[in-house]
């Protein structure tokens, strides 16, 4: 089967399960010994494929009993695994109770080589072409490679804590978020990332691309040690003009990640 690989960027899957308890009373222990080893097995499987991570997480609170975050660069693969992890427990264990498909992906208002080289020149006083402006500006694209790169092809954290929502921008009549010129969009995004930057080393976040994939324009993803951070960086944010004014949410979604044995006996099904 032939791949089918992005031209850019990573597929992404947020997916939720309740889990059947009163059928998994039903079985005798050998039985839920083996599909125990089954759900390590088909992890460790996924886990192990080239360019793969797959996070699992307790969910917190009865939508949801247990969740998984998947990025792979196949969309034969994620489709694959997604299939493989519904029945990780067997059949009629696990229920799917929500899912969100999405991609990695560069944003758009990140600032341009030509931006930066003036920005430097004036602010740091280095005319342009200078020795000294020339190695400013090889800082800058060095800093923005990084950037670029952890934002296609993100190593995920092991922080206890995650959070997933999906959001829009609002096309309403005076309140049109694509009838902004692009500066403007620009600019208030810009104040967005600032408020973000006070949360640095609090907060991970990736924010994935899901036009045309799923029901809203991005999915969020944010993991912390304390969930305290979460609450204060979502509240925080949204005084921002460019959520108050454009910003539409689907529903969150919060889950402790664990592995293994923890995860069993945290989904009681050990």
């Known amino acids: 089967m032939s791949p089918i690989i992005p031209q850019e960027g990573w597929i992404v899957q947020h997916l939720f399960y309740h889990v059947d308890h009163g059928y998994w009373a039903a079985l005798t222990p050998e039985e839920k010994a083996e599909r125990h080893a089954h759900f390590a097995a088909t992890v460790d499987a996924i886990r192990a494929h080239p360019k793969t991570q797959l996070l699992s997480f307790s969910m917190v609170s009865p939508k949801a009993d247990l969740g998984f975050m998947l990025l792979t660069p196949d969309l034969q693969d994620a489709n694959r695994f997604e299939k493989q992890l519904g029945q990780a427990f067997g059949p009629e264990v696990l229920t799917p109770t929500y899912s969100y498909l999405s991609m990695t992906e560069w944003t758009e208002y990140s600032e341009k080589e030509e931006a930066a080289s ?17 190695a400013r500006l090889a800082e800058w694209k060095g800093h923005m490679d990084k950037y670029f790169n952890d934002r296609l092809y993100p190593n995920m954290p092991d922080w206890q804590v995650m959070c ?5 921008k609002r096309r309403n009549v005076g309140a049109n ?18 408020t973000g930057r006070k949360f640095s080393g609090k907060v991970r ?5 899901s036009t045309g994939l799923d029901s809203h324009e991005w999915g969020v993803t944010l993991f912390a040690h304390d969930i305290f951070q979460i609450k204060t960086i979502v509240y925080e944010m949204r005084w921002d003009e460019v959520t108050t004014q454009y910003g539409e949410f689907g529903d969150f979604y919060i889950g402790i990640q664990l592995n293994g044995e923890e995860l069993f006996e945290r989904l009681l099904l050990a």
């Open 118 to 134: 003036a920005r430097i020149a004036q602010t740091e006083g280095l005319e342009v072409g200078s020795e000294a402006h020339t």
């Open 164 to 168: 997933f929502y999906p959001m829009s």
């Open 177 to 194: 978020w694509y009838a902004l010129e692009f500066e403007k969009r620009r600019e208030l995004m810009g104040g967005h990332a600032k």
């Open 205 to 209: 976040q990736l924010i994935t691309g």
